[in-house]
């Protein structure tokens, strides 16, 4: 399935209830339909022992995405401006006889205080419109939502509406719509146990 690890701005449309299509590992994965697009949204949920700002530097660490985002082949960072807003081109691995899929994903940072919950918005930008190499270019949107249950504990919710775009029929493209949310989160959860994403501090997440 074409993962690609989206201004975001979730379209006003007329959406089905989320239907729990797999409960694995501590891992629950829903599906459901809308009226924008023939192809199913996702949502990926699951609690961990981790903190909001160990999440922070494994989405920083662009690059590594490709060792736990769900089929990345290639991953490089394009910009970050700041602390609240980074630009990457990705590249993702499809099934035989279809091309791969390449995006550029905007992601934008915000932390509510109050809830102890931090947003980051995801859109797949329209530009450039040319696709790199023999790839074909995704369009969509979605979200990480993350929420500080504990000092040692942290609820992640991974949601995304994705068109891969091409000749890829929804039916086939439906049949993996677990397959990348949950593979994402599961990699999501060794990658937070790396020392190297542990402990760090960001001023947005400051009191």
Known sequence: MFTLLLCFCEPCLAQQ???LIKNKEGI??????????SFKEFKGKMIVDSRVGDFMSVLYDVEALVSWGYNLT?????ERPADSLQIYYAVAKSPWPYKDRDGIYLNKFSYDRQTRTLRVAIELLEYPKEAEGNFVRIGGYGSWKVRELSSEEIEIVFQMQIDPGGSVKAWMANMFASDTPFHTLKGLKEALKMEKYQGKTYPMLQN
């Not at 629950?28 to 697009?37: A, I």
């Open 28 to 37: 629950e994965v829903f599906t459901r339909t809308n009226d924008l697009m």
């Open 74 to 78: 290639t991953v490089r960072l394009l």
């Open 17 to 19: 209830e989320w239907e």
